[in-house]
């Protein structure tokens, strides 16, 4: 197998898994209104700005810190944002939020 992808492979599934960390813990259940931020990275959805900025700042420090802790450079920036739609809901089951960032075509997700 490639190292490449396996490397890839690792590195979506370690950053998803601190998007996820980061809305555990800041899980909020009420908030109406969707909200947006934008990184240099990505373009966050989610049910408050607060939310929404924790998670695109936690996505892009995540990012950095592990291009740097498997390529020891960090990346150049996407040619466009990957989106992020933060659900939070008490129903979505487990109290697991669900992050998904769609990038060429391809879809990873997590829970």
């Known amino acids: 197998m490639n190292c ?8 979506n599934r370690i950053w998803l898994a601190c998007l ?10 009420g ?29 892009e420090h995540c990012r950095h810190t592990l291009a740097v ?14 989106p992020i739609k933060a659900q939070v809901a008490p129903h979505l089951g487990a109290g697991a939020p669900r992050v998904s960032c769609s990038t060429k075509g391809k879809s990873s ?3």
Request: one cysteine or more; a positive charge.
């Open 4 to 11: 490449g992808r396996v490397i890839a492979r690792r590195w």
């Open 20 to 29: 996820i960390a980061v809305l555990a813990c800041c899980w909020s259940a």
């Open 31 to 59: 908030a109406a209104h969707a909200a947006g931020y934008r990184t240099a990275n990505f373009l966050v959805d989610a049910p408050t700005e607060e939310l929404a900025r924790r998670i695109g700042d936690a996505a």
């Open 69 to 82: 802790e498997w390529l020891g450079r960090p990346l150049p920036r996407w040619s466009r944002p990957c």
């Open 109 to 111: 997700t997590g829970r």
